[in-house]
């Protein structure tokens, strides 16, 4: 046969000793389309005489093997040719991407714009979306998993120097706690002085606006 099959790999063969059809699917989502059902004269010929020979016994024993000759003979050269009828009814719905080669569904998963499938140019408001909305799930998560008493922490808690175990008893820490929960030793310096509310600088020992020790 002259003409030249396209289609190498992603169909399905329906056929049957009745007729003809296929499935053509995306190489990319997997969704397809189906062929007219096409009937097949030969494959109805040849059920005509297995039945004739059922019925009669071994008195038509020879019409079997006539009727799988018919088969043999008309039934591969017409399926070759509804195959090439089917390629072309659904070929419409199908492009070959010149990066990938892959066979794609022009409907869903072709990008007109870029001129390839969507597996080698995705939609990039599609792929922004994805993206923010896995971003979103992981901050949930992240939080959903954090401690009470850690959600309440601002940016500037966030900041300090936030201790797993007491400096002075050396027992383990299970809170962002101000005090060792064993020997009352103070975890966190001073940001403010007690006295005028004056902000401090890191590692003071007095406050600079009224000399207050801290």
């Known amino acids: 046969m002259g003409e030249k099959i396209k289609f190498s790999k992603n169909y399905h063969d329906l056929s049957t000793d009745t007729g003809y059809q296929f499935e053509f699917f995306c190489d990319h989502c997997g969704n397809g389309y ?12 040849s059920q005509f005489l297995n039945v004739a020979s059922t019925l009669f016994g071994g008195v038509l024993s020879s019409v079997s093997n006539a009727g799988n000759k018919v088969r ?76 009470e008493e ?9 900041r300090q120097n936030i201790m797993a175990s007491c400096p002075k008893c050396e027992a383990p820490l299970t809170t962002n706690a101000k005090f060792c929960p064993e020997c ?14 004056a902000k401090l600088t890191q590692n003071a020992k007095f406050c600079f606006e009224c000399g207050e020790k801290i």
Do not use: Y
């Not at 189906?34 to 010929?45: M, W």
């Not at 399926?79 to 090439?84: I, T, V």
């Not at 009352?184 to 509310?197: F, I, Q, T």
């Open 184 to 197: 009352g030793a103070r975890l966190r310096a001073e940001d403010k002085c007690s006295k005028c509310g």
């Open 150 to 158: 850690d959600k309440k922490l601002d940016t500037a808690q966030w």
């Open 72 to 147: 043999d003979a008309g039934w591969e050269g017409a399926h070759d040719k509804a195959f090439l009828q089917a390629i072309e009814e659904l070929t419409p719905n199908f492009i070959h991407c010149p990066h990938c080669m892959k066979w794609v569904c022009r409907e869903d998963c072709w990008n007109l714009k870029k001129g390839l499938c969507k597996d080698c140019a995705p939609d990039l408001g599609v792929e922004m979306a994805k993206a923010q909305s896995d971003r979103s799930v992981e901050e949930i998560h992240a939080h959903a998993a954090m401690a």
């Open 34 to 45: 189906r062929s007219t059902f096409q009937g097949s004269f030969s494959g109805k010929a």
